[in-house]
């Protein structure tokens, strides 16, 4: 699991060169999400670097529960990049040079990927894992070990709606808010700028992350911001045209990448600090919460209108940021982090 082995080497990297935890962690995870975001860029430029003839017009189609059709992502779709279960469909009786090209390109990147997960070294092999999972008592024991935890129920609201805001701008953002303005062809330019926005901010929150107290900060800022977007598109938001018309759903995409980068980098990194001696169970229920609730928005989204999804992520975000400030408050000593 990518947490588990982000946070085994930045806390082993860290020991070994006599670095603080926190802010080695921090840097690990903010570079690491960081170059998970691009990935959205980077699937756009390289689509549009292939089909730049013209001759081919190269559709990604995802399958989601939340559409009663196909949604036309172009390689925007994080889930799209790293899950390759797509469909590419040929448009305008173009050649199949460039659908070939293309499989080839997304093929081999998957390929060098898995070289180099191969390569990767085993880390904080010190702790004896034997008697941890003897049995499958001791192992379900191990696993639900961090529900026990306060800590943990304090942060499970954010993790779920750190997984609500992924979804929210996969379902419904290209839906409703870029597809009405930009049409569909303005989905891939938009996610672009969400990704790279996300690139960014993932960098600089990652850089900036010591441990739970400059988490709190930065998280803070990230629900401002996208608390700050959703209570303008709840109350104030309609369709323009124009060139104003065309900017607003770009510069929200924008926003909103703030929001996941943040979200992304600090929480990888307080489990890390958080429940370094559980931290295989503790990711583990990060990938069970936000799961669920990206499920929970493809299954609403085309039951409600845009108005009660903006309501439904507002209240989340009240929620879990409240909760988030108890644990910074009243749970979490400073003395229980290593600085």
Known sequence: MQGTYLTSAALSHARDNNLPDGPTLGSFNGEFWGVFASTQVIGNLISLALLRNGKVSISIWILSVSYEHLVDCHFTCTSCVFDPIIFISLQDGGS????????????????????????????DEKRDNASTHSSFGSMLKYIVAPLKDRRMILL???????????????????????????????????????????????????????????????????????????????LFYSPMEGLLGAAIPLFIGALWGVGDGVLNTQLSALLGLLFEDVKEAAFAQLKVWQSGAIAVI??????????????????ALVISFGLFLLLTLVVEKPSSIRA
């Open 96 to 123: 199949v040079t460039g659908k070939n090209l293309l499989f080839v390109v997304f093929l081999g990147c998957m390929i060098i990927g898995i070289v180099l997960m191969c390569l990767l070294s085993k880390r």
């Open 156 to 234: 499970i609201p954010l993790i779920a709606y750190s997984g609500l805001q992924q979804a929210f701008v996969w379902a419904v953002f290209t839906k409703s808010i870029v597809t009405p303005v930009l049409g569909i062809s303005g989905v891939g330019g938009a996610m672009a700028i969400y990704g790279a926005s996300d690139v960014v901010c993932s960098l600089v929150a990652g850089r900036f992350t010591s441990g739970l107290h400059s988490a709190t900060f930065i998280v803070s800022v990230g629900a401002i911001v996208q608390a700050v977007v959703l209570f303008w598109l709840l």
């Open 298 to 315: 493809f299954f609403l989204s085309p039951s409600i209108t845009l108005q009660a999804m903006l309501i439904l992520m507002a209240t």
